[in-house]
């Protein structure tokens, strides 16, 4: 019998990086499913290929390029593929689309040391420079409903809801339209009922930072309504917090662990932060959606957040 | 039903089935006993015995050097064979330890003992001096201290910790089944002593025979509050919150907020020198873990080798890597089978090997932080351990960390924030050298 001494605490629980990652695809997956529904084969074909090579990608720079021999992957490459292409419209040509998952982790993750140690969401980095290089594709939208089957590029493109307000065309769609996903968008900012079927699976893994959706959500339904009873040309508030990329921003970009404080009263502040930039620069900005440029923004905060919410210590006396 | 708690913690695996029904057994009597100078916090005793020379159970062996310091009696009736140093598990350091070869059954040197209420409140602190008695909780404080406080901090509650969080360990909650009259003549005692009329019992709610059976004997004693079963519930500042509502202050003791808070097995101990004149030469203590053959609950002689104690639990499976005095959140991993007991040694548990951990950054899970009853930011306690700015750290509260290892517990990316933070404490304390 050979003893080990080892440090205490010496029995651990179950969860790991992985697991957690893998939750997080699980939680994805209703979202990627109705994707391909809505728009066609080449959504989840561009889903699984961000899951693989976002993956492949973490391997080769942790590997190759950063020299650790010891590296196992973690599937946080893979959350990022797979949250980069539910930010893409499905006419995304591959080509653009990994150009965007190189930089995302490259310059969003390993530039600033990798995993734990980024200071933006890699995917909102991927998708912001995607935006700004590449605005034509990534600003073409089709209409849902083609089929499985058809090719993205036989259908129709159509504008978001969010680009018909902000031009103030006149709407079309309902609520119960919004709520299932039948509007134009990205891969993952359609589906209101599936991005919360994964959210809630998330909710019961204990996996998520759940202050945030619910502040962010909150203020943005909030500062809408005020709005909107100023001038209903602003839009209602149940139209905002269904539309555009909120609930994929709230629900899975702006819980990102890693970018995102630590404490409660950190996790309020940030979420309150993500939604009133969210309003100021749907209602009076250049860009019809401003979800993931508020996330990033807050994102920068996050340092500050945590300095200025420290828990006090049990027993510490009020100074 | 009301439970109690307090902020924070966590719920490892209780794994408490394996020795919760096993009856308490008394061992058979070590034929060698290795008895440390260091068997309670502060200053270690001196030793007042000599190579070869005779001794009873129960006669002093070694004297306080300190205020903080603990009277070592002979756990049985031998002839001391051998002073040597021996490394103490806990400390980490070699400590004078007494060998005694034991020749023949019990010879008891008893202390002045009876009815307490013949005592006067500074004979029972006396006694209860002399008999060594240390909290059996794990932490070993000398139990005489803090029966003693000073007069102006006015007690007016007496908490008895019957929690038993960290997992496997069950003795407590035997004693609390087996022993409750001992605990109730134990805790009569310290109420007189304190002069308290408030005795709280707290027991956490994976124990309702003991708080069914503890509430029925200690009618008119005590108020036996049901704990949240929750990780670390039994942690002296958690559990004076959780009864009392009341905070103890960063850096303070218990006695700050008019509290003192004592083990069960101290308060058997209490009554056992007292009534029975019988100095702290022996323990209750769980055997257990996945590694043993046949886990128990058994009482044995401070001093006995570990790898003794484990023989008469029908030894342990080959397999088995780690073998820990105490529970499997807070106790000491030994490297060397032979080592003995201590009066805090609630448990010796056995585990078989797990897959190895592979740990990886920190990803801000926060989870830590919502875990740590202290209200502190282990992950940030961490980092700035790891950079060595200990400074930072203090300033964190670093100092106020309790190393219940909650957070290690949970972190997905398996950190050890308590090895780094214990780390950092002996260093800023080596640096600060002395200073406060």
Redesign the interface.
Same mark, same amino acid.
């Given at each position: 019998m050979k003893l080990i001494t080892a440090n205490a605490p010496h029995i651990r629980s179950f969860d790991n990086v992985r697991s957690i990652m893998i939750d997080v695809l699980i939680a994805l997956i209703p979202a990627v499913i109705g994707a391909s529904i809505f728009f066609g084969w080449y959504a989840l074909f561009l889903s699984i290929l961000g899951m693989a090579v976002g993956e492949l990608i973490d391997y080769i720079i942790m590997r190759w390029i950063r020299g650790k021999k010891d590296f196992v992957p973690d599937g946080s490459g893979a959350v990022t593929g797979v949250l980069l292409a539910l930010n893409v419209s499905a006419r995304l040509p591959v080509g653009i689309f990994l150009i965007g998952l190189i930089f995302a982790l490259g310059v969003g993750k390993h530039v600033f040391g990798g995993l734990g140690q980024n200071i933006f969401n890699p995917a909102l980095v991927g998708r912001v420079f995607l935006m700004i290089s590449f605005p034509t594709y990534m600003t073409t939208w089709i209409i849902p409903g083609a089929g499985f089957l058809k090719s993205p590029w036989d259908v129709q493109t159509a504008a978001t809801p969010l680009m018909i307000l902000k031009e103030g065309g006149q709407m079309n769609v309902t609520y119960w339209d919004l709520f299932i996903g039948k509007v134009g968008g990205s891969l993952g900012e359609t589906s209101v009922l599936l991005l919360l079927i994964g959210f809630v699976y998330l909710l019961l893994r204990k996996r998520i930072k759940v202050m945030i959706p619910i502040s962010y959500i909150g203020t943005v339904f909030v500062m809408t309504a005020i709005f909107y009873a100023i001038n209903p040309k602003f839009g209602d508030p149940i139209f905002h917090i269904l539309s555009g990329g909120l609930m994929l921003g709230a629900l899975f970009m702006a819980t990102d662990m890693v970018t995102s404080p630590m404490t409660r009263k950190g996790q309020l502040i940030f979420g309150l932060g993500c939604g009133v930039l969210t309003v100021v620069i749907r209602l009076f900005g250049a860009y019809p959606e401003g979800v993931s440029l508020s996330i990033l923004f807050m994102n920068s905060l996050v340092p500050i957040i945590d300095a200025v919410t420290k828990p006090r210590v049990f027993g510490e006396v009020k100074r | 039903m009301k439970l109690f708690t307090f902020r924070g913690g *966590?719920h =490892?695996?209780e794994r408490k089935e394996l020795s919760r029904d096993r009856e308490i057994v008394r061992a058979p009597l070590p034929s060698r006993v290795f008895v440390s100078m260091s068997n309670h916090a502060g200053a270690p005793a001196k030793p007042v015995v000599e190579t070869g020379q005779e001794v009873k159970t129960g006669q002093v062996i070694g004297e306080p050097t300190a205020f903080i310091s603990a009277y070592v009696h002979s756990p049985v009736t031998g002839k001391v064979v051998e002073i040597k140093k021996m490394l103490h598990p806990v400390i980490g350091k070699p400590i004078d330890t007494v060998v005694i070869e034991r020749t023949g059954d019990d010879d008891w040197e008893l202390l002045p003992h009876g009815d307490f209420e013949r005592f006067s409140k500074e004979e029972l602190v006396d006694i209860v001096k002399k008999a060594g008695i240390v909290g059996l909780g794990g932490a070993m404080f000398p139990t005489h201290v803090k029966l003693s406080p000073p007069p102006e901090k006015k007690i007016d509650t007496l908490i008895i910790n019957g929690a038993e969080c960290e997992?496997y360990l069950t003795i407590d909650h035997r004693l609390m089944l087996e022993r409750a009259e001992d605990i109730a003549h134990g805790i009569s005692i310290m109420k007189k002593i304190l002069d308290v009329e408030e005795v709280i019992v707290g027991i956490e709610n994976n124990k309702i025979d003991a708080v069914e059976n503890m509430k029925k004997v200690l009618r008119g004693i005590a108020k036996v509050y049901t704990l949240k079963t929750k990780y670390p519930q039994g942690s002296e500042?958690q559990l004076i919150?959780a009864v009392t509502g009341r905070?103890?202050? /960063?850096g303070?003791l218990p006695m700050d907020v008019g509290v003192v808070v004592q083990n069960v097995g101290t308060a058997v101990a209490v009554k056992e020198a007292v009534a029975d004149g019988k100095p702290l030469v022996e323990r209750g203590l769980t055997v257990a873990g996945e590694g043993v053959n046949e886990p128990k609950n058994l009482i044995v002689r401070i001093g006995s080798p570990v790898s003794w104690i484990l023989e008469l639990c029908g030894g *342990?499976k080959?397999e088995?890597?780690? &073998?820990?005095l105490g529970g499997? !959140? !807070?106790? &000491?991993? &030994?490297?060397? $089978?032979n080592t003995p007991i201590f009066k805090g040694t609630s448990g010796i *548990?056995a585990?078989l090997p797990?897959k190895p951990? *592979?740990p990886?950054?920190? &990803?801000?899970? /926060?989870r830590c $932080?919502e875990a740590c009853? !202290?209200? @502190?930011?282990p992950? @940030?306690l961490y980092l700035l351990a790891l950079k060595k700015r200990y400074d930072d750290a203090v300033k964190?509260?670093l100092m106020?960390c309790i190393?219940c290892?909650s957070c290690?517990?949970?972190? =997905? /990316?398996?950190i050890?924030h $308590?090895?780094y933070i214990k780390l950092a404490k002996n260093v800023y304390r080596a640096l600060r050298g002395g200073k406060k």
């Amino acid at each position: 019998m050979k003893l080990i001494t080892a440090n205490a605490p010496h029995i651990r629980s179950f969860d790991n990086v992985r697991s957690i990652m893998i939750d997080v695809l699980i939680a994805l997956i209703p979202a990627v499913i109705g994707a391909s529904i809505f728009f066609g084969w080449y959504a989840l074909f561009l889903s699984i290929l961000g899951m693989a090579v976002g993956e492949l990608i973490d391997y080769i720079i942790m590997r190759w390029i950063r020299g650790k021999k010891d590296f196992v992957p973690d599937g946080s490459g893979a959350v990022t593929g797979v949250l980069l292409a539910l930010n893409v419209s499905a006419r995304l040509p591959v080509g653009i689309f990994l150009i965007g998952l190189i930089f995302a982790l490259g310059v969003g993750k390993h530039v600033f040391g990798g995993l734990g140690q980024n200071i933006f969401n890699p995917a909102l980095v991927g998708r912001v420079f995607l935006m700004i290089s590449f605005p034509t594709y990534m600003t073409t939208w089709i209409i849902p409903g083609a089929g499985f089957l058809k090719s993205p590029w036989d259908v129709q493109t159509a504008a978001t809801p969010l680009m018909i307000l902000k031009e103030g065309g006149q709407m079309n769609v309902t609520y119960w339209d919004l709520f299932i996903g039948k509007v134009g968008g990205s891969l993952g900012e359609t589906s209101v009922l599936l991005l919360l079927i994964g959210f809630v699976y998330l909710l019961l893994r204990k996996r998520i930072k759940v202050m945030i959706p619910i502040s962010y959500i909150g203020t943005v339904f909030v500062m809408t309504a005020i709005f909107y009873a100023i001038n209903p040309k602003f839009g209602d508030p149940i139209f905002h917090i269904l539309s555009g990329g909120l609930m994929l921003g709230a629900l899975f970009m702006a819980t990102d662990m890693v970018t995102s404080p630590m404490t409660r009263k950190g996790q309020l502040i940030f979420g309150l932060g993500c939604g009133v930039l969210t309003v100021v620069i749907r209602l009076f900005g250049a860009y019809p959606e401003g979800v993931s440029l508020s996330i990033l923004f807050m994102n920068s905060l996050v340092p500050i957040i945590d300095a200025v919410t420290k828990p006090r210590v049990f027993g510490e006396v009020k100074r | 039903m009301k439970l109690f708690t307090f902020r924070g913690g *966590v719920h =490892p695996p209780e794994r408490k089935e394996l020795s919760r029904d096993r009856e308490i057994v008394r061992a058979p009597l070590p034929s060698r006993v290795f008895v440390s100078m260091s068997n309670h916090a502060g200053a270690p005793a001196k030793p007042v015995v000599e190579t070869g020379q005779e001794v009873k159970t129960g006669q002093v062996i070694g004297e306080p050097t300190a205020f903080i310091s603990a009277y070592v009696h002979s756990p049985v009736t031998g002839k001391v064979v051998e002073i040597k140093k021996m490394l103490h598990p806990v400390i980490g350091k070699p400590i004078d330890t007494v060998v005694i070869e034991r020749t023949g059954d019990d010879d008891w040197e008893l202390l002045p003992h009876g009815d307490f209420e013949r005592f006067s409140k500074e004979e029972l602190v006396d006694i209860v001096k002399k008999a060594g008695i240390v909290g059996l909780g794990g932490a070993m404080f000398p139990t005489h201290v803090k029966l003693s406080p000073p007069p102006e901090k006015k007690i007016d509650t007496l908490i008895i910790n019957g929690a038993e969080c960290e997992p496997y360990l069950t003795i407590d909650h035997r004693l609390m089944l087996e022993r409750a009259e001992d605990i109730a003549h134990g805790i009569s005692i310290m109420k007189k002593i304190l002069d308290v009329e408030e005795v709280i019992v707290g027991i956490e709610n994976n124990k309702i025979d003991a708080v069914e059976n503890m509430k029925k004997v200690l009618r008119g004693i005590a108020k036996v509050y049901t704990l949240k079963t929750k990780y670390p519930q039994g942690s002296e500042k958690q559990l004076i919150y959780a009864v009392t509502g009341r905070k103890v202050p /960063s850096g303070g003791l218990p006695m700050d907020v008019g509290v003192v808070v004592q083990n069960v097995g101290t308060a058997v101990a209490v009554k056992e020198a007292v009534a029975d004149g019988k100095p702290l030469v022996e323990r209750g203590l769980t055997v257990a873990g996945e590694g043993v053959n046949e886990p128990k609950n058994l009482i044995v002689r401070i001093g006995s080798p570990v790898s003794w104690i484990l023989e008469l639990c029908g030894g *342990v499976k080959e397999e088995t890597n780690r &073998i820990i005095l105490g529970g499997p !959140m !807070m106790g &000491i991993a &030994i490297r060397d $089978v032979n080592t003995p007991i201590f009066k805090g040694t609630s448990g010796i *548990v056995a585990l078989l090997p797990e897959k190895p951990l *592979v740990p990886k950054p920190c &990803i801000r899970c /926060s989870r830590c $932080v919502e875990a740590c009853p !202290m209200n @502190l930011q282990p992950y @940030l306690l961490y980092l700035l351990a790891l950079k060595k700015r200990y400074d930072d750290a203090v300033k964190e509260g670093l100092m106020d960390c309790i190393e219940c290892g909650s957070c290690a517990f949970i972190c =997905p /990316s398996k950190i050890e924030h $308590v090895r780094y933070i214990k780390l950092a404490k002996n260093v800023y304390r080596a640096l600060r050298g002395g200073k406060k």
